[in-house]
Nanobody
Framework: QVRLVESGGGLVHTGGSLRLSCAVSGFSLDAHAIGWFRQAPGKTREGISCISGSDGRTYYQESVKGRFTVSRDKAKNTVYLQMNNVLLEDTGVYFC??????????????WGQGTQVTVSP
């Protein structure tokens, strides 16, 4: 059964750090990209980062570039999103999702249940 489970969310002050985890099962991280998305209050869900399956290439939305880092531990079947120097606008529910072979190909399914990140002043 294909499954993704996020964890690591919580409350953090501006400028602080948080590491989110996405534990996957039922498929190989070598064969599928993993995308990170977030949904801020009152806004639509947006893609913020992705790590390709075949070569581990990483991609970032401009607003998180230089602050967030996506990585993976294939032995643990887990993808991470390291969030540094967080801003108030990073508040939202963060989701990971299984993609195609690489980040250039769209279509993500299934999705995890999400983890809440709240940034306070």
């Amino acid at each position: 059964q294909v499954r993704l489970v996020e964890s690591g969310g919580g409350l953090v002050h501006t400028g602080g750090s948080l590491r989110l985890s996405c534990a996957v099962s039922g498929f190989s991280l070598d064969a599928h990209a993993i995308g990170w998305f977030r949904q801020a209050p009152g806004k639509t869900r947006e893609g913020i980062s992705c790590i390709s399956g075949s070569d581990g290439r990483t991609y970032y939305q401009e607003s998180v570039k230089g602050r967030f880092t996506v990585s993976r531990d294939k032995a643990k079947n887990t993808v991470y999103l390291q969030m540094n120097n967080v801003l108030l606008e990073d508040t939202g529910v963060y989701f990971c999702a299984k993609g195609g072979a690489d980040c250039q190909r769209g279509g993500y399914d299934p999705w995890g249940q999400g983890t809440q990140v709240t940034v306070s002043p």
